[in-house]
């Protein structure tokens, strides 16, 4: 009942796909520590990162990899999930 994402890119939007499919009592995904809260980002797959909801200027330089802290708690809240 573990589902684990650390892929060093897509991380959010591979989860949303999979829990879109399964369920899990855990979910563990890396999040770009560089990006504070409440900045909300994510690479997500078609759109070029750069243009990524949310990226900001210091990221900008294509340095940063998966998604924000806050860009998941803000998708897995709706779902029933929190952050231990």
Known sequence: DVIKVD????????????????SSKLVIVEVDHAIPP???CARLEGIPFLHSPGAPELIQNGSYRGCSLSYAVGMLSPL?????
């Open 80 to 84: 029933g999930y929190q952050l231990l």
């Open 7 to 22: 892929i060093d890119s897509y991380d959010c939007a591979i989860l949303a796909e999979v829990l879109d499919r399964v």
């Open 38 to 40: 409440p900045v909300k």
